[in-house]
């Protein structure tokens, strides 16, 4: 049966996260829905990336299998019926063996402070009105690179096989509207690490920890050293990359 990939962006305000849910409004349930709305048939899709609650996505990605044949048209009657916060960007075939989750070699975050009151970022970034050193923050995600172990930055009850990643980007850079934004591209992301390591970092760019203190951190493996205390509102999921 011919495989396809559904290309998707949201904005996760108003979800309770990315894959289906009893009883909870996700992004999985909202496309699914559309879908037989569409085509009067049930679609199983299957994500390549989890987001939490709140969290959004300029690219992210669902595959599925159907003897359907998907054109343009349809493209555009799928987001006729997609909330306003959902897009679909395309809808391509591909080989029947492809794997949106497995497939994919690398995932891209941003993560967007910003530091004076706006109405207009409030659910699109953290407000963080204190002051920060970009220096320590530079010099603390270039340490991030020299870790494979991310056993600390990853939440409480995380059941996978190991917890070692490795990060390919790790940047901060201030935007021209005094946003400080982290970018941050690895082969493969822990459950809650990119809030934990804007949480952890901030501590050193505020003065609380130092370089050295935050290198202590990543050796303990010890999630309760890090900050998870990040909120969701400031994280995209940029980019889903494949060979």
Excluded at 39 to 47: A, E, N, P, R, S
Excluded at 51 to 66: E, I, K, P, R, S
Excluded at 144 to 166: E, G
Excluded at 218 to 236: M, N, R, V
């Amino acid at each position: 049966m011919p495989r396809y990939f559904l290309e998707l962006a949201y904005k996760g305000t108003a979800y309770h996260g990315f894959q289906i849910q009893d009883n909870a409004a996700t992004i999985q349930l909202a496309i699914e829905k559309a879908l037989f709305t569409l085509f009067k048939v049930d679609i199983d899709l299957t994500g390549s990336s989890r987001t939490d609650a709140g969290v959004h996505a300029l690219q992210n990605y669902f595959h599925f299998d159907t003897d359907l044949v998907i054109t343009n048209k349809h493209l555009y009657n799928l987001n006729a019926i997609l909330p306003e916060d959902i897009a679909v960007k395309s809808i391509k075939q591909v080989a029947d063996t492809a794997h949106c989750r497995f497939d994919a070699v690398a995932r891209s975050y941003y993560y967007y402070i910003y530091q004076q009151k706006n109405p207009f970022l409030k659910d699109r970034g953290w407000f963080y009105p204190y002051e920060l050193d970009i220096s320590l923050l530079q010099q603390a995600a270039a340490i991030l690179k020299n870790h494979t172990d991310f056993t600390s930055f990853a939440k409480r009850n995380t059941q996978v096989f190991t917890h070692n990643c490795t990060i390919l980007i790790s940047e901060w850079s201030i935007a021209a509207d005094q946003q400080y934004i982290y970018h941050v591209q690895a082969n493969r992301f822990l459950r809650g690490m990119v809030r934990g390591l804007v949480g952890t970092m901030l501590k050193v760019g505020r003065g609380q920890l130092s370089l050295d203190d935050f290198e202590k951190i990543i050796l303990a493996k010890d999630c309760t050293k890090a900050d998870f205390s990040t909120p969701p509102q400031g994280l995209f999921l940029a980019k889903v990359i494949y060979p």
